[in-house]
């Protein structure tokens, strides 16, 4: 089962965590799993960008994202070329680290 390291995000997950997800499984799912919540405003359908997250390893293991994907990821605060809605990535065998951004483009918190 491949491993989750998230580095610390002091909200979400001060410490930083390792977690393990069936492959499969996006990483929004995985993190929610394991109460790491996430904001994830359009309920995982790819409708916003509150889940982004920088794939610091293991990129490349990933599905690869498609274009609604990246119509998105274009309106994400802090986007770099490693970025990825977590909840269209979808794990593979190999073991991946995320960063959470500091911010999203939410302005209002969802109450998940």
């Known amino acids: 089962?491949?491993?989750?390291?998230?580095?610390?995000?002091?909200?979400?997950c001060p410490e930083g965590a390792e977690i393990e997800a069936p492959a499969g499984t996006s990483i929004c799912e995985a993190l929610l799993d394991h109460d790491i919540e996430i904001e994830h405003a359009?309920?995982?359908?790819?409708?916003?960008?509150?889940?982004?997250?920088?794939?610091?390893?293991?990129?490349?293991?990933?599905?690869?994202?498609?274009?609604?994907?990246?119509d998105m990821l274009d309106r994400a605060w802090g986007l770099e070329p490693?970025?990825?809605?977590?909840?269209?990535?979808?794990?593979?065998?190999?073991?991946?680290?995320?960063e959470i951004p500091k911010y999203s483009i939410n302005h209002a918190k969802e109450n998940h």
């Open 1 to 12: 089962m491949p491993v989750i390291k998230i580095l610390p995000h002091s909200e979400y």
């Open 42 to 70: 359009c309920e995982m359908s790819c409708a916003c960008t509150t889940c982004h997250v920088i794939v610091r390893q293991g990129y490349e293991s990933l599905n690869e994202p498609d274009e609604s994907e990246e």
């Open 82 to 98: 490693q970025s990825r809605l977590s909840c269209q990535a979808i794990l593979a065998q190999k073991d991946v680290t995320i």
